[in-house]
């Protein structure tokens, strides 16, 4: 043995060499020493080498690892007899599972070098061959026409993909939605996910029922929180809405002599904004300064990325509106909720002048929660009278129950008497979307008392179904839901009209929540060119619709017993009006103002400003004057003056088209881009004479010519019966009460 490894009285191993070691095995243990040197420090003064003698100070053989603490193996080494090599072989094999490691990292890393090299290297090599194909521009004239080509694909593409994803290819059946009762829940109640009545939403062979009810002015008006979504930047118009639609006489009070603002008593307008970017802070904060009617939400301004959600947890916090201010001959009803309240907030210039009357009083009264909470997009013209008695009659009405279909006379009386129990049919919702997605069920436990209305324009396609985004109402149970649950806010992001529509889906009582459509009186603007647009509508107009549409649905239904109406070109196949994606006729979505896909333009050019506004009225006589083309120029023109004197003289009044009644007409007019189309829209449905100077002439004429026969039958009285005149209390040529 060249060596001898010898144990210390500590048990410590210490090596001896032997002297007469080879000169080769010197240079060995010269290179070992060197390679151990290199892995290990040198030993510290005081301590013995490694070719210390066997009489040496003992110290341990290996000194401590320089290496972290987690990569040391912890496995202690077992002295041996064998060569003094052992111990430096073991720790270089202790040493090698970390230098594996670390040269396998260093050997991947290339490895996935060298793969993107053979990418990049595939790709330049393709691209070498592209650039150097014949066909390939290489002129700048050539080059500048495959730009154009390639833009040109690219925008056609882009319009195909749009046409291909956008459901709305055709005008929808406005007119059927006026004429005929629409749907208010899901046709589909087994699986209300899978709806498969896109656009058929009417009953066939029904009228829609009068409105407003006759019980209307008996109820107790509703509490509105009305948001209006808004950005930092949208100043004008916040101010068109505060001077018009927000404050205006004609929007709260409604048509004709009004109701004094008591419908509208307990509505709220407020703007609802995110966090203004740092140029506008300043602006917007003066802006509350001045008008106290705008909100701020902890969330950046977006759109599609929860604003709606933040709103509706804001508002179960913060959202209060004025008590009940007019008795009425129901009483308010009790809800959960009826106990809140919370001292008068301060007011804007356009709140009711009910709450300013009772803030200047010694005792005020305080807020309390709404019964709805609304959220209205700033390009919509909101008529707040017309909002709140369609919401007013559905708090107060009585429930269908679920396993019956809904009825287009729903009754209306005090929900404190409407029975608690609900029948055990089909539910029209379901917790598919729960169930889905496996989400707990939370709260619920609600108080039957408590009304649960989704309310809205329903849009319906082959893929959705939910309320419009424009403006849509939830009670306040909803609302006080929406922001409780913590399953709600996991789809707080994405297209938030279709998101609150899976929120309903996703309550514990879906199968009681009320999807309430309104189709008829929530359009797009005239000038919009949509498939929802079409002239500003009135109730008069509407009365001549469901006439006509009334002996429409006689000729398709009945054509033997219907020889004798007026026929039409269209022919259609019962079947297929019945079909859910059938055909329906084009009659039914015809607009006398609008034309889908086509820009509006005026029927005749130079008119006046409120001509022009009084040919944007659907059904109006100005909408259909047209140009005469057929003779001269001077003729011509004479012509069409005379056509529009003709028109604006035969023109309705505001009494007229509201038939005398307070409520009745548009609720919401969407689209509305410029501000020129809001004003357009004011002008329509706010200002205009109750009676115009035909029907003025036309009630005096009546008037005179009653007097005449009342004067005819008193004188053919008197020559029957002389001296018998005050016996009818008719004194000095009049007649006496």
């Known amino acids: 043995m060249p060596h001898s490894v010898e144990l210390s009285d500590r048990g410590r191993v210490s090596y001896e060499y032997d002297s007469s070691s080879s000169e080769s095995e010197a240079m060995v243990n010269r290179f070992q020493s060197r390679r151990s040197h290199f892995l290990i420090p040198p030993v510290p003064s005081g301590h013995s080498s490694v070719n210390s003698s066997a009489t040496s100070t003992p110290v341990p053989s290996r000194s401590g690892s320089p290496l972290p603490q987690f990569l040391v193996n912890s496995q202690p080494l077992v002295s041996t007899t064998s060569d003094t090599d052992s111990e430096p072989a073991a720790l270089l094999r202790n040493r090698n599972p970390w230098r594996q490691e670390r040269r396998s990292w260093w050997h991947i890393s290339r490895r996935s070098r060298r793969r993107d090299g053979r990418t990049w290297r595939f790709t330049k090599r393709w691209a070498k061959r592209i650039v150097r194909h014949p066909l390939f521009p290489r002129q700048p004239i050539t080059i500048v026409l495959s730009l154009i080509i390639l833009s040109l694909f690219a925008i056609f593409l882009t319009l195909f993909l749009m046409y291909i994803l956008n459901p709305d290819k055709e005008p929808l059946p406005w007119r059927a939605y006026c004429s005929m009762p629409y749907m208010n829940s899901p046709p589909d109640p087994a699986n209300p996910s899978l709806y498969h009545d896109p656009y058929h939403n009417y009953s066939m062979e029904m ?228 169930k889905l997605f496996n989400i707990p069920t939370t709260y619920s436990t609600f108080q039957e008392q408590d009304p649960l209305i989704y309310w809205g324009y329903l ?87 469901q006439k006509h549409m009334s002996s429409a649905l006689g000729r398709i239904f009945n054509p033997a017993s219907s020889s004798l109406l007026p026929s039409s070109s269209e022919h259609f196949d019962v079947e297929e009006l019945l079909t859910p994606y059938g055909r329906t006729p084009s009659a039914w979505a015809y607009s006398s103002v609008s034309t889908f896909h086509v820009r509006y333009t005026p029927p005749v050019p130079d008119l006046t400003t409120l001509q022009s506004i009084e040919a944007l009225v659907e059904g109006a006589e100005m909408s259909l004057v047209r140009q005469d083309t057929s003779s001269s120029s001077s003729l011509s023109t004479s012509s069409t003056e005379n056509s529009v004197a003709r028109a604006w003289a035969n023109r309705e009044g505001r009494n007229a088209r509201y038939e005398g009644k307070r409520v009745g007409g548009t609720i919401v007019v969407h689209f509305i881009k410029q501000n020129t189309w809001f004003l357009e829209t004011a002008l329509a449905l706010l200002e205009g004479k109750e009676f115009t100077e035909a029907e003025s002439r036309q009630d005096e004429v009546e008037l005179n010519n009653s007097d005449d026969d009342v004067s005819d039958a008193v004188e053919n009285f008197q020559s029957i019966f002389p001296g018998q005149q005050r016996t009818m209390g008719y004194l000095d040529g009049q007649l006496v009460p």
């Open 459 to 545: 849009v319906t396609n082959r893929l959705h179904r939910f309320m419009a985004g424009e403006l849509y109402a939830l009670s306040w149970s909803l609302v006080d839901w929406v922001a409780r649950d913590p399953s709600v806010k996991d789809l707080a992001w994405g297209a938030e009209d279709k998101q609150t529509a899976k929120w309903m889906k996703m309550h514990p009582q879906a199968d009681k929540i009320r999807w309430v459509s309104e189709r008829c009186w929530i359009y797009d603007h005239p000038r919009a060119g949509t498939v929802y647009g079409h002239g500003f509508l009135f109730p008069s107009e509407v009365r001549r619709i």
């Open 207 to 434: 009228t829609t029922p009068p409105f407003p009810h006759d019980e209307l002015d008996t109820l107790p008006p509703a509490g509105l929180f009305v948001g209006v979504f808004s950005t930092d930047s949208s100043f004008e118009r916040r101010a068109l809405v505060r001077s018009t639609w927000a404050s205006h006489p004609r929007s709260r009070d409604g048509a004709g002599v009004g109701d004094d603002g008591a419908g509208t008593s307990r509505t709220i307008v407020r703007f609802i904004l995110g966090q203004p970017r740092k140029d506008w802070e300043r602006r917007i904060q003066l802006e509350m300064e001045e008008y106290n009617d705008i909100i701020i939400l902890p969330v950046s301004e977006n759109m599609n990325d929860g604003k709606s959600h933040t709103y509706f947890s804001w508002a179960s916090i913060n959202a209060w509106v004025p008590p009940v201010y007019v008795k009425s001959s129901v009483p308010p009803p009790i809800f959960s909720y009826s106990n809140a309240s919370k001292l008068p907030l301060p007011l804007a210039s356009h709140d009711p002048s009910y709450a300013w009357q009772d803030l200047s009083s010694p005792l005020p009264q305080p807020w309390v929660r709404p019964d709805f909470v609304v959220k209205v997009d700033d390009d919509a013209f909101v008529m707040l009278a017309e909002l709140e008695a369609r919401l007013r009659l559905e708090m107060h009405a009585k429930p269908p129950p679920t396993n019956t279909p809904i009825s287009p006379h729903r009754p209306i009386h005090r929900r404190s008497e409407t029975s608690t129990s609900h029948s055990s049919g089909i539910p029209r919702h379901n917790n598919s979307y729960r």
